[in-house]
């Protein structure tokens, strides 16, 4: 099964409030930033796992060579 990019910014609107490029941008603006931009700061609402973190940046990597694959390689 291979992850969505669309799910996992998802994951981090859920968990910081905001998608990753924030509100304020235009469509085109805001799919430029997720092309091109690197991942905005991770400022969580709640004390999250130690690992979390980075198994979202992982999840929104640019290059889909460089996120996880499949589902069990998440766990």
Do not use: Y
Not at 32 to 42: E, R
């Amino acid at each position: 099964m291979v992850l969505g990019f669309g799910s996992e910014t998802l994951a981090v609107e859920l968990v910081c409030g905001e998608p990753p490029f924030g509100r304020s941008r235009s469509i085109h603006q805001m799919m430029t930033a997720h092309q091109f931009d690197p991942p905005p700061a991770f400022t969580p609402h709640a004390t999250l796992p130690g690992g979390f973190e980075p198994w979202v940046r992982k999840l929104v990597m640019k290059d889909p060579e460089h996120r996880f694959h499949c589902l069990q390689m998440t766990q």
